[in-house]
């Protein structure tokens, strides 16, 4: 090959590797003559620039070959910026915005904030592609706290709109995204600092006094009470919608979806109404005492009783409900029940924790570990957390029955027990509420004194029941009152108040 032999002939392209024995020396040799090295570079690129692609690929591989590794690293520096390719400006010189858009989004919030400041077309593809705004969808598509927060601060009508010009510009969510942030943080400082709004309603129960069990959505309040009622609760006004009455005992647990409210109670009945109407449609006859919780979905429904058993029955419609099975094993009464798929998991006075199966309900095995009575529990994955008469909270893996914590902290006995993916809520017979760190809880590693992180003080007797959610929680006490503790709504002038919990009231009598 012509170019081979001229380039052979080129003294500047070849260099000596001379060994010492010990280290080698790269030598260049000087070229003779400058005149000379032009023309014969000039007659290489001649002839190279005549070859195909693939002539040239080869002649190149077969000149790096006889080169030292002083120039090998010449040669990488030179050809390591010229491989490199800035995807996301090439795709739209081609008519591909859609997969540099598709690309950056991605990204989270602190890299899509990177890639606005690496040049101008980046960031012009980050706006016409909307990504501020398609973050912020994809962040309420996926957590609770963000899709509560848009549907709460009212941003949930900018979002997911199929035609860019039916919302605001990039721009808007772009500025959107920090305020978003830091309601979020404030929301959290505000549970770990028991700063809330108090909202409360006194039940004005006739005859005894109580709420034992209640419900809530974003519309209503559902409770049941000590005095044989239900009462229904506008959650905005706090005005008494709807008084249900037909049991003849008090109303110890009940749980309504978008048909339905079922109730139990201490008349030995499970009643089914209408949520719509409050009719009666179906009063179901079985157990020999107190009815002392339920819980159904998906057409399937568990009760238990004082009178020490489990009921399981299929759920078709609320007037086509049929007993499946009978689950006998506890020595007390069985307090609180609960199901998913897979396991059905009861608690009881004997001061066990008792798992069956859903499926064939037979027996699984038996939580041991609480020195008297459990009065409450929730199951969920393979988590379960119970709450017991002997003032403690245990956290337990259902697959082993491995008892993974003990939380200790209230001074009478643990009557409910909620929890998300961040904190335990617990409420007992000593008028407390606790907020529990779930994920230190589950770190054997966490301090016993870390776990507890606020303690809620406002009801005057037991706490029977709650719920909550990323942003309040509802509770119910033998005090005959509902409190709705808000972490979301608490006005500025409490914002500042950090060394004990602040709150407002809010007092409706009906």
Partial sequence: MCALSCLQSMPSVRCLQISNGTSSVIVSRKRPSEGNYQKEKDLCIKYFDQWSESDQVEFVEHLISRMCHYQHG????YLKPMLQRDFITALPEQGLDHIAENILSYLDARSLCAAE????????????????????????????LWKGLSERRGWDQYLFKNRPTDGPPNSFYRS????????????????????????????????????YCLQYDDEKIISGLRDNSIKIWD?????????????????????????????????????????NTGEVLNTLIHHNEAVLHLRFSNGLMVTCSKDRSIAVWDMASATDITLRRVLVGHRAAVNVVDFDDKYIVSASGDRTIKVWSTSTCEFVRTLNGHKRGIACLQYRDRLVVSGSSDNTIRLWDIECGACLRVLE???????????????IVSGAYDGKIKVWDLQAALDPRAPASTLCLRTLVEHSGRVFRLQFDEF???????????????????PPSAQNETRSPSRTYTYISR
């Avoid at 010449?74 to 520096?77: A, G, K, L």
């Avoid at 979020?184 to 006739?206: A, D, V």
């Fill in 74 to 77: 010449h040669i990488n520096s």
């Fill in 117 to 144: 400041l690496v040049c101008k077309e980046w960031q012009r593809v980050i706006s016409e592609g909307m990504l501020w705004k398609k973050l912020i969808e994809r962040m309420v598509r996926t957590d609770p």
């Fill in 176 to 211: 959107l995204y920090p305020k978003i942030i830091q309601d979020i943080e404030t929301i959290e400082s505000n549970w770990r600092c028991g700063r809330h709004n108090l909202q409360r309603i006194q039940c004005r129960s006739e005859n005894s006094k109580g709420v």
């Fill in 235 to 275: 959650k905005t006004s706090l005005e008494c919608l709807k008084v249900l009455t037909g049991h003849t005992g008090s109303v110890l647990c009940l749980q309504y979806d978008e048909r339905v409210i079922v109730t139990g109670s201490s008349d030995s009945t499970v009643r089914v109404w209408d949520v």
């Fill in 409 to 423: 902290g209230h001074e009478e006995l643990v009557r409910c027990i909620r929890f998300d993916n961040k904190r």
């Fill in 472 to 490: 309040q929680i509802i509770s119910s006490s033998h005090d005959d009152t509902i409190l709705i503790w808000d972490f979301l709504n608490v």
